[in-house]
């Protein structure tokens, strides 16, 4: 009897020391993986948010570029515009039309069409300045072309007006000086303009060009202060 009770003692002992060792194994397992879990998710959270920020450096760097585009894009329009045609355009007396023509050839704005992705990152009073000063200019390729055609049939007006008096100057035997029909070519010209209210088209350019002017000084400084940010 002594002999069985001493060997249901030792088995209890060895299942209790047995059970409490993998009773300890278990959380041991268990706290392993939690912490493996942890870091595992720490390292997916920091690779996120690394890419996040890294899409956002891209993402800023390409808006960047794209205004240096825009900006040149615009100085390179009113350069043109101010050097080859505006500056005679100033010159003239309010009222008086301007009978020069000047070409304006389709997509002259191609870097601004194709951009919209960038004004919708940049803030909000560049982003409104520059749809301002591109509707502005649109604006006066449109009032160009408009005195392009005007001035179109006035030379047209006053060319055939000029060949009338040289079939008559043939005909009666008349003779003018090169500077008298010079002279009366421009004032054909001139006259022609008039009646076509070019005179009101010259000062609305006048007018718009001395606007679209500030808008590029007051932009110039936001995007300098935008891009040194």
């Known amino acids: 009897m002594d002999i069985i009770n001493s060997l249901a003692n030792l088995w209890t002992l060895e299942s209790r020391d047995t059970f409490v060792g993998a009773?300890?194994?278990?959380?041991?397992?268990i706290c392993g993986a939690g912490i493996a879990g942890r870091?595992?998710?720490?390292?997916?959270?920091?690779?996120?948010?690394?890419?996040?920020?890294?899409?956002?450096?891209?993402?800023?760097?390409?808006?960047?570029n794209t205004l240096?585009?825009?900006?040149?894009?615009?100085?390179?329009?009113?350069?043109?515009?101010?050097?080859?045609?505006?500056?005679?355009?100033?010159?003239?007396?309010?009222?008086?039309?301007?009978?020069?023509?000047?070409?304006?050839?389709?997509?002259?704005?191609?870097?601004y069409d194709s951009s919209p992705s960038c004004l919708a990152n940049l803030p909000v009073e560049i982003a409104e300045k520059i749809v301002l000063i591109y509707m502005r200019m649109k604006g006066m390729i449109a009032m160009i072309e408009l005195n392009n055609n005007d001035a179109r049939q006035a030379l047209n007006a006053a060319e055939s007006?000029?060949?009338?008096?040289?079939?008559?100057?043939?005909?009666?035997?008349?003779?003018?000086?090169?500077?008298?029909?010079?002279?009366?070519?421009?004032?054909?010209?001139?006259?022609?303009?008039?009646?076509?209210?070019?005179?009101?088209?010259?000062?609305?350019?006048?007018?718009l060009g001395a606007e679209i002017e500030c808008l590029h000084r007051s932009l110039l400084k936001m995007t300098h202060h935008y891009q040194q940010s």
């Open 23 to 29: 009773f300890f194994t278990v959380i041991a397992a």
């Open 68 to 111: 240096k585009l825009i900006m040149i894009e615009i100085k390179t329009a009113w350069e043109v515009y101010h050097n080859e045609y505006a500056a005679d355009l100033k010159l003239i007396e309010k009222g008086k039309p301007y009978t020069v023509m000047f070409p304006v050839g389709a997509n002259t704005f191609s870097l």
């Open 39 to 64: 870091f595992s998710f720490s390292a997916i959270e920091k690779a996120h948010t690394y890419n996040i920020e890294k899409a956002e450096r891209e993402e800023k760097k390409i808006t960047r």
């Open 161 to 207: 007006r000029m060949q009338t008096l040289y079939d008559e100057m043939t005909e009666y035997g008349k003779n003018f000086s090169s500077e008298t029909l010079a002279d009366t070519y421009k004032n054909y010209v001139n006259h022609e303009a008039v009646k076509l209210g070019m005179g009101g088209t010259a000062d609305g350019m006048k007018l």
